[in-house]
């Protein structure tokens, strides 16, 4: 069982930056690729990106390439969404999601296929 708790989201102006964190409990996180999603009010749950759980391999969505970078601590069981160049349209709750690496799941834009999800973190941009 892993528990996920989201932190670092808030109300930042357009252009800026904002680093968010997810802390998980349990044991052998190295174990559980880790994925971002976002939701915005009125919209599907949208794939930001993944990564694997060594954090040797990304995969982000074309819409956030070049601006997002995700990131883990195996040693501190957290893992972080670097987001730069913040725009209006990127404000949304987000989320992490983790799931048990395994031969059918590896760097997955399904939310789907996660197992487990945090609370979310409400991240706001205004122009």
């Known amino acids: 069982q892993v528990q996920l708790v989201e932190s670092g989201g808030g109300l930042v102006q357009a252009g800026g930056s904002l680093r968010l964190s997810c802390a998980a409990s349990?044991?052998?996180?190295?174990?559980?690729?880790m994925g971002w999603f976002r939701q915005a009010p009125g919209n599907e749950r949208e794939f930001v990106g993944a990564?694997?759980?060594?954090?040797?391999?990304?995969h982000y969505v074309d819409s956030v390439k070049g601006r997002v970078t995700i990131s883990r601590d195996n040693a501190k069981n957290t893992v972080y969404l670097q987001m730069n160049s913040l725009n209006p349209e990127d404000t949304a709750v987000y989320y992490c999601?983790?799931?048990?690496?395994?031969?059918?799941?590896?760097?997955?834009?399904?939310?789907?296929?996660?197992?487990?999800w945090g609370q979310g973190t409400q991240v706001t941009v205004s122009s």
């Open positions: 999601a983790a799931a048990l690496e395994s031969g059918t799941f590896y760097l997955s834009s399904n939310a789907y296929e996660y197992n487990y």
């Open positions: 349990g044991r052998m996180f190295w174990l559980y690729g």
């Open positions: 990564i694997s759980g060594s954090g040797g391999s990304t």
